[in-house]
């Protein structure tokens, strides 16, 4: 009986540590994700001003306009 009660501590413990290994893990793809998602979002709006310049740039303005 001691041995089996040891094996299930041995055991326990074990997973203790797996679990508090895949937390950690957890947290730290959760910081790099974020970090992701807001370099996706600058680029985006980066991306999206480049595009407006350029069409911007390549718009010529109607003879009858005057500024």
Same mark, same amino acid.
């Given at each position: 009986?001691? /041995?089996?009660?040891?094996?299930?501590? #041995?055991? &326990?413990?074990?997973?203790? !540590? &797996?679990? /508090? $290994?895949? *937390?950690?893990? %957890?947290?730290?793809? /959760?910081?790099?994700?974020? #970090?992701? *998602?807001? &370099?996706? !979002? !600058? &680029? #985006? $709006?980066?991306l999206?001003?480049?595009?407006? $310049?350029? %069409?911007?740039?390549?718009? #010529?303005? @109607? @003879?009858?306009y005057?500024?």
């Open positions: 009986m001691e /041995d089996r009660l040891k094996k299930i501590e #041995s055991q &326990l413990a074990h997973m203790e !540590r &797996l679990y /508090d $290994d895949l *937390n950690k893990i %957890v947290i730290e793809q /959760d910081k790099t994700i974020r #970090s992701l *998602n807001l &370099l996706c !979002r !600058r &680029l #985006s $709006d980066s999206q001003g480049m595009e407006l $310049d350029r %069409v911007r740039q390549t718009t #010529s303005k @109607p @003879p009858h005057s500024a």
